[in-house]
Structures are given as structure tokens and as C-alpha cells.
């Protein structure tokens, strides 16, 4: 899995979404991962995770046409993601 982030849009391998659409950031820790991958995971989301990756990011998105309510990203340097998408 790649993420590249310019100053244009969030990339993860073919996927891509610009940065006028992204809302809030949230990082997540190992319970907060499990939940949304998990009991509090909506089926609409796009999921870019590694299940052996504990950890990651969950990113609002602000686009009444997307039915896509956020990206679920793992990663295991979330706190560093988050600060890249500002």
C-alpha cells in the first residue's frame, strides 16, 4: 500500500481524494482501530488497511456527492499521517 500526500490530494494506490473534500482527522490507537474496523464500521467507508497494522487514521469526508463517509487508513506512524493531511 503507497499514500502520498501533495498539495492537491490524499493518494492511496489508485484511490485518490483532494484536500477540499477531506474533514476531520482522527488518529487511532490500538482500541479505537479495532472499533472501527470493527463494531462501528460502516459498510459505505473505503478501507485502505493492513489487519496486521493495529493502528491508523479515520478521514471525514466533506462531499455531499461521495457516498463515502471517511477513509480508514492503517498506519503505524498515525500521528505523522495526520499532520500531512493538516
Partial sequence: MVI?????????????????YLGDVRV??????????????DPSAFLAIRFWSSCGVLVKVNDSRDSTPYWLISSKRGDELAKALG
Avoid: F
Avoid at 502520498?4 to 477540499?20: C, S
Fill in 28 to 41: 487511532l490507537d490500538v482500541q479505537g482501530m479495532r472499533h472501527a474496523r470493527g463494531r462501528d464500521a
Fill in 4 to 20: 502520498e500526500i501533495d498539495e492537491n490530494e490524499l493518494r492511496i494506490n489508485k484511490a485518490h481524494i483532494e484536500h477540499k
